[in-house]
């Protein structure tokens, strides 16, 4: 598989003239690539050392608002600059734009030249160099849903949103007659992020119409979430170029299922699963079972870093396959945690909370953080969950609201002593703002519903 480029690589191909165009892109609070494009040129000879970019992309919302009540930045500090760090084991060719490459960017404080804590690339190198600490390596993957329309982004916009019309007709779950008549789309997909050294397993379409489902091989931790960053700015990229719009909102109707992004993960020792007891019951070792101990225990604190607005708390139905209890179960899609490679070297955890909005970095950040602390704690694991989750009356609840997955995050003591209350008071806000933003809005529900009848 094409892989990464070598800094000497991508001078070589500047010199002859096949990349002309560096993307160096830092990641949002959104988990978006945000940046700059280089003239090749320049990038070579002075700006892959580092480059500079306002402080706002990370204190601002879907809508590149300026909300009040950052501490990291505001209009009275004035709005400075961050060092974008080039990453450069992170280089690689663009293939779906002509004469492109890319570097991801880890972001600096201006003045100390040390990571901003709240830069989601820094969050994750957290948790990570935590575990390393204990001897632990975290090998994860993510699953990418979202839908495909059959109309552009821009003729969707114009529309107002209104009369979205999937690429499908039916339900394709596996299907593969209907997948085949989005090959246009998909198969560009697939082989332009493997080309772009992505790890591509598979694609295939999902439970709804319309909706598709990307698969990427596991990984090191923080490549799992750079792989997860840049496949969806892909898919965003090459459906425009062929003139559809993919959508990552997790419940755009209220009658068709939601999109996902299941978390799968598990720790590795020397290059060898840790995991996995071929004498214990299910294959799970005690460090197994104490790592999903935690990871439940503090599913509530988290769950804004895997559903962080308000649509994504539409997604949480029963019958939908999207959980809503924090239960764990052996190979049980009701459940909010799925223990996968039962009694195999591939056994691991998989997390079925987070929706296809989450942010990657963010969301395994909080994760790892919550299995070292069942590690660190030797939490005990209760016994697996049977049967339909969601008629579990005795099972703990997923947090309903955004509002709710707000307050449990700004209290959690938990989250202040692993990440730090910075980082706490910083994602607190970008959920608060969130919820103000939606409480201002009088909705279409609203106006059908009591404009002659209220």
């Known amino acids: 598989m094409p892989g990464t480029l070598s800094f000497d690589d991508l001078k070589s191909r500047v010199v002859d003239g096949t990349v002309d165009t560096v993307l160096t892109c830092l990641v949002d609070m959104q988990g978006r690539l945000m940046g700059k494009r280089f003239h090749a040129a320049n990038f070579v000879e002075t700006s892959y050392n580092e480059t500079h970019c306002c402080n706002y992309l990370l204190a601002t919302d879907l809508e590149m608002a300026t909300p009040e009540g950052y501490a990291s930045t505001s209009w009275q500090a004035g709005y400075g600059d961050y060092v974008m760090k080039p990453d450069l084991t992170t280089i690689r060719m663009v293939p779906w734009l002509e004469g492109t490459a890319m570097v991801l960017c880890d972001v600096l404080d201006h003045h100390t030249h040390e990571p901003v804590p709240h830069s ?97 091989r596991y990984s090191a931790a923080l490549d799992c979430a750079d792989y997860h ?80 607005y308000v649509n994504s708390y539409k997604r949480f139905a029963k019958g939908t396959f999207a959980p809503t209890k924090t239960v764990w179960s052996v190979d049980n899609r009701t459940a909010g945690f799925r223990l996968c490679g039962e009694a195999s070297k591939g056994v691991r955890v998989e997390c079925r909370i987070g929706g296809s909005d989450l942010n990657p970095y963010l969301a395994q950040a ?89």
């Open 366 to 454: 909080a994760m790892l953080a919550a299995g070292i602390k069942g590690i660190e704690d030797k939490m005990t694991l209760a016994p697996a969950t049977t049967g339909d989750v969601y008629e579990d009356a005795k099972a703990g609840d997923i947090p309903q609201t955004l509002r709710k997955a707000t307050e449990t995050l700004r209290n959690s003591a938990f989250l202040r002593e692993v990440m730090g209350d910075d980082v706490i008071d910083h994602y607190s806000r970008a959920a608060e703002w969130e919820q103000e933003e939606f409480d201002r809005v009088v909705t279409d529900w609203e106006i059908a519903r009591g404009f002659e009848r209220a």
């Open 120 to 216: 989601p690339r820094a969050v994750l190198k957290k948790q990570i160099a935590r575990l390393k600490a204990l001897g632990f390596d975290a090998m994860m993957a993510t699953e990418l849903e979202f839908f495909l329309f059959a109309k552009s982004y821009d003729d969707i916009r114009k529309s107002g949103y209104r009369d979205l019309e999937p690429v499908s007709g039916y339900n394709e779950d596996y299907n593969i007659f209907q997948t085949t008549k989005e090959e246009g789309v998909m198969r560009p997909i697939r082989n332009h992020l493997y080309a772009a050294g992505i790890p591509i397993e598979n694609s295939k379409g999902e439970a709804e119409a319309g909706q598709e489902e990307l698969n990427i």
């Open 229 to 308: 960053t840049i496949a969806k700015h892909a898919i965003k990229e090459i459906s425009w170029q062929q003139g559809h719009a993919a959508s990552f909102l997790p419940k755009w109707n209220k009658d068709r299922v939601g999109s996902s992004s299941h978390v799968h993960q598990s720790l590795w020792v020397d290059g060898k699963p840790a995991f996995f007891d071929p004498d214990a019951k299910h294959g799970m070792s005690e460090l197994m079972s104490h790592y999903m101990a935690g990871l439940i225990a503090y599913a509530p604190d988290y769950t804004y870093f895997l559903a962080p």
